[in-house]
């Protein structure tokens, strides 16, 4: 059981408990201020909606923004989460294992397939800042390699590295190989002319960039429509300086 308030989302189990005085009780404790900013601008609006939806591991929190509706999203194993725009939902819900929206004059299935009513798909994904065991020593990045996996296809991917909690514009577009990806599709393609496809294809492509600080976060700009994306790690080169 969980209680939408004001200072976030709470399990009841914890409601005794003094949200306030320690916010880590809340499931919402990191993105606190953005799920207050929202219970301040749009507490009167209606709409406000928590839903779980058990197939995917995802708890929908709807926030009725002004002109429409946003949602933030946890993933249930990582506790992560992420926040969905232009799913303009007045409200949610599961029938059977798959999840619903209704919107003005107009109900659709969410998370059915990897594109957006047959458009694509854009996300900004950033990973949180690392000091790399090393706060107080500052680091020039050189290099950084996402490992990324996708079924059939070729996605936009722009990377890009920022330093000490500044986000930049990312300009590095990262290449897959067609000829690995260019797989058949069940139920689409023609058999023995189309190329067999197993899993997922990992690519892992050093990338070069510019970056000088403490701290380092690498962030990506990712543009596709029925493909399968997945992020998965990055592996760093940097060197080491002195404190100053």
Known sequence: MLLLTEDGLVPLSAGLQSTRLDPRVNITDKIFFAISQAADLYANNFGWQ???????????????????????????????????????????????????????????????????????????????????????????????????????????????????????????????????LNTGEWDLDTWDNANWGGGLVTTKVWQGVTGLGYAGSVSMNVVSQAIEFHWASTDFVMERGGIL
Not at 97 to 118: I, L
Request: net charge negative; with cysteine; glycine share 8%.
């Open 50 to 180: 928590i839903n779980y939806f058990a197939k995917v591991n995802m708890l929908i929190v709807n926030i009725p923004v002004t002109g429409g509706s946003e949602q933030y999203v946890m993933h249930n194993i990582t506790k992560s989460w992420a926040r969905f725009t232009n799913i303009n939902a007045n409200c949610w819900e599961l029938s059977g294992d798959d999840m619903y929206f209704g919107g003005t004059g107009f109900v659709a299935k969410f998370y059915d397939t990897f594109a957006d009513a047959g458009t694509n798909i854009t996300a900004f994904v950033q990973q949180a800042y690392s000091y790399f065991d090393s706060r107080g020593q500052q680091k020039r990045f050189t290099l950084v390699r996402p490992i990324l996996q996708t079924d059939n296809g070729l996605p936009t991917v722009l990377c890009g590295i920022s330093t000490d909690f500044d986000t930049v514009n990312l300009t590095n577009q990262i290449s897959f190989n067609p000829s690995i």
